[in-house]
Nanobody, 122 residues
Framework: QVQLVESGGGLVQAGGSLRLSCAADGLTISSYVMGWFRQAPGKEREFVAA??????KYAGSVKGRFTISRDNAKNMVYLQMNSLKPEDTAVYYC?????????????????WGQGTQVTVSS
């Protein structure tokens, strides 16, 4: 049984930083494309970042501020978020799939975590 468990969310002031973690159980992250998505109230879930076979990919809204990385030995994926803005407020989800056709498409990911809340105050 595959489990993805996110942690590290919280309340932070604008301009601050947070690091989200995703612990994977039941799969080996080095064999998967790992993604981070977010969903704000009243909005659809959207792509944030992914570790693909050709490296890290980012949504335009977070490029230069967020960094996705992984520790294969710990089987964990991270999202370092710097220069946070109020519009980054959302529930952040970790996702995994072995061969997504499109790494930005939520429908392409088989496994999802339960999410962690990030709130950025102005």
């Amino acid at each position: 049984q595959v489990q993805l468990v996110e942690s590290g969310g919280g309340l932070v002031q604008a301009g601050g930083s947070l690091r989200l973690s995703c612990a994977a159980d039941g799969l080996t992250i080095s064999s998967y494309v790992m993604g981070w998505f977010r969903q704000a109230p009243g909005k659809e879930r959207e792509f944030v970042a992914a570790l693909t076979w050709s490296g890290g990919k980012y949504a335009g809204s977070v490029k230069g501020r967020f960094t996705i990385s992984r520790d294969n030995a710990k089987n964990m994926v991270y999202l370092q978020m710097n220069s946070l803005k109020p519009e980054d407020t959302a529930v952040y989800y970790c996702a995994a799939d072995q061969a997504p056709t499109s790494y930005i498409d939520t429908d392409e990911y088989m496994y999802w975590g339960q999410g962690t809340q990030v709130t950025v105050s102005s």
